[in-house]
């Protein structure tokens, strides 16, 4: 029998700490599906790594000298496209903006770094950080972003949601995992100020980012968009986020509740969670949106909203960092409609509110 030979995951780490390449050299070192490619400890040798070297995936930090993280993520995603984790050493609002900023440059996630070996946390951390990494460099088309940051579709063509039902919505919930933040970013900043309907968002992110997401948000979006609070009236043209460790649903009223513990899917906040409230509580008059990502998390339930008369749409493969959440979407027949984030836009742009 001829045994079919194991390729490992090749990684560059970037971070000018030499303490932190070195822990992060072991941990990758010591799990049998990784080798170490190679260190850099700047942005200069991590676009020169990346050229000859040619990693499946990169570790990189934000703030370094001579060459940021955030620069040196444009210049790989113009040259040699690769997956790119950013690793966050400190989560103020400058650095969490920072590490949005390199996601638009085309970086798939941004994690906290690992905490240091005599922490309780450490092997957490060690275990989500390699997990995480290891699902990364699994992503074989990544795109090349605009330096601008904006997401670009191909132009709507007319009348593409002159075919929609007559509708009479009355709220907007919207689901996205991997690659997610930089398509809610285009898509909250292609709707009017005056856009009728309050927005409620599932944004599957590591712990310590939801926050600064509010706020990158908030720099380009008409809407103000905030970190949802418990018990608090939905309000038209509003956003709310759904916050760390709690499911983001609605109840009767129009009201936000936010429970937390239980995990769907491995996630909480849960799309899955937010969809079926929204089909229990808003039925027909819903609109529902499950973008880009890993797995599963909110394809049953957005059916759900479909048989109850909702509008749904998933974002389409040609333009999804990751099919999958989408994809299964697609697969049972949740989705009404197809479509890029462009097209997203415009259906909402044409939506009235009751």
Same mark, same amino acid.
């Given at each position: 029998?001829?045994?079919q030979?194991?390729?490992?995951?090749?990684?560059?780490?970037?971070?000018?700490?030499?303490?932190?390449?070195?822990?992060?050299?072991?941990i990758?070192?010591?799990?049998?599906?990784?080798?170490?490619?190679?260190?850099?400890?700047?942005g200069?040798?991590?676009v020169d790594a990346v050229?000859r070297?040619?990693?499946?995936?990169?570790?990189?930090?934000?703030?370094?000298?001579?060459?940021?993280?955030?620069?040196?993520?444009?210049r790989i995603?113009?040259?040699?496209?690769?997956?790119?984790v950013?690793?966050?050493?400190?989560?103020?609002?400058?650095?969490?903006?920072?590490?949005?900023?390199?996601?638009?440059?085309?970086?798939?996630?941004?994690?906290?770094?690992?905490?240091?070996?005599?922490?309780?946390?450490?092997?957490?951390d060690?275990?989500n950080?390699?997990?995480?990494?290891k699902?990364?460099?699994?992503?074989?088309?990544?795109?090349?972003?605009?330096r601008?940051?904006?997401?670009?579709?191909?132009?709507v063509?007319?009348?593409v949601?002159e075919?929609?039902?007559?509708i !009479? #919505?009355?709220?907007? *919930?919207?689901?996205? &995992?991997?690659?997610?933040?930089?398509?809610i $970013?285009?898509?909250?900043?292609? /709707?009017?100020s005056?856009?009728?309907l309050?927005?409620?968002?599932?944004?599957?992110?590591?712990?310590?980012?939801?926050?600064g997401f509010a706020?990158?948000?908030?720099?380009?979006?008409?809407l103000p968009?905030?970190?949802?609070?418990?018990?608090?009236?939905?309000?038209?043209?509003h956003?709310?986020?759904?916050?760390?460790?709690?499911?983001?649903?609605?109840?009767?009223?129009?009201?936000?509740?936010?429970t937390?513990?239980?995990?769907?899917?491995?996630? !909480? #906040?849960?799309?899955? *969670?937010?969809?079926? &409230?929204?089909?229990e509580?808003?039925?027909? $008059?819903?609109?529902?949106?499950? /973008?880009?990502?890993?797995?599963?998390?909110?394809?049953?339930?957005?059916?759900?909203?479909?048989?109850k008369?909702?509008?749904?749409?998933?974002q389409?493969?040609?333009?999804s960092?990751?099919?999958?959440?989408?994809?299964?979407?697609?697969?049972?027949?949740?989705?009404t409609?197809?479509?890029?984030?462009?097209?997203?836009?415009?259906?909402?742009t044409?939506?009235k509110?009751?």
């Amino acid at each position: 029998m001829i045994l079919q030979k194991q390729f490992k995951i090749r990684v560059l780490i970037v971070d000018d700490s030499a303490g932190m390449r070195m822990m992060l050299e072991q941990i990758f070192g010591d799990d049998p599906d990784f080798e170490v490619a190679g260190l850099a400890s700047d942005g200069i040798e991590a676009v020169d790594a990346v050229e000859r070297l040619s990693p499946d995936v990169i570790t990189m930090d934000i703030q370094m000298p001579r060459m940021n993280g955030l620069e040196a993520t444009r210049r790989i995603m113009e040259t040699k496209p690769t997956p790119i984790v950013i690793l966050s050493g400190n989560l103020d609002s400058e650095e969490v903006a920072s590490s949005f900023r390199a996601m638009e440059a085309g970086a798939l996630v941004a994690l906290p770094k690992p905490r240091g070996f005599a922490h309780s946390e450490y092997e957490a951390d060690v275990v989500n950080l390699v997990r995480k990494v290891k699902l990364m460099a699994e992503v074989k088309l990544v795109r090349r972003w605009p330096r601008m940051g904006k997401w670009t579709s191909p132009p709507v063509q007319k009348g593409v949601c002159e075919q929609s039902p007559t509708i !009479c #919505p009355q709220a907007v *919930a919207i689901g996205a &995992s991997t690659g997610g933040p930089v398509v809610i $970013n285009t898509i909250l900043s292609g /709707l009017p100020s005056g856009f009728p309907l309050p927005v409620l968002v599932v944004q599957h992110m590591a712990a310590g980012f939801i926050r600064g997401f509010a706020d990158w948000l908030n720099l380009s979006s008409r809407l103000p968009v905030r970190v949802a609070s418990q018990g608090e009236l939905l309000l038209p043209g509003h956003v709310y986020i759904a916050p760390e460790g709690s499911h983001l649903e609605v109840k009767e009223g129009g009201r936000i509740t936010l429970t937390g513990g239980v995990l769907e899917h491995g996630q !909480c #906040p849960s799309v899955s *969670a937010l969809f079926r &409230s929204m089909a229990e509580v808003y039925g027909r $008059n819903a609109v529902g949106i499950l /973008l880009t990502g890993m797995g599963a998390d909110g394809a049953l339930e957005l059916k759900l909203m479909k048989d109850k008369g909702a509008v749904t749409i998933a974002q389409d493969r040609e333009s999804s960092v990751i099919y999958g959440m989408p994809g299964e979407a697609e697969k049972i027949g949740a989705a009404t409609y197809l479509f890029p984030p462009g097209r997203i836009v415009e259906f909402l742009t044409s939506t009235k509110g009751c």
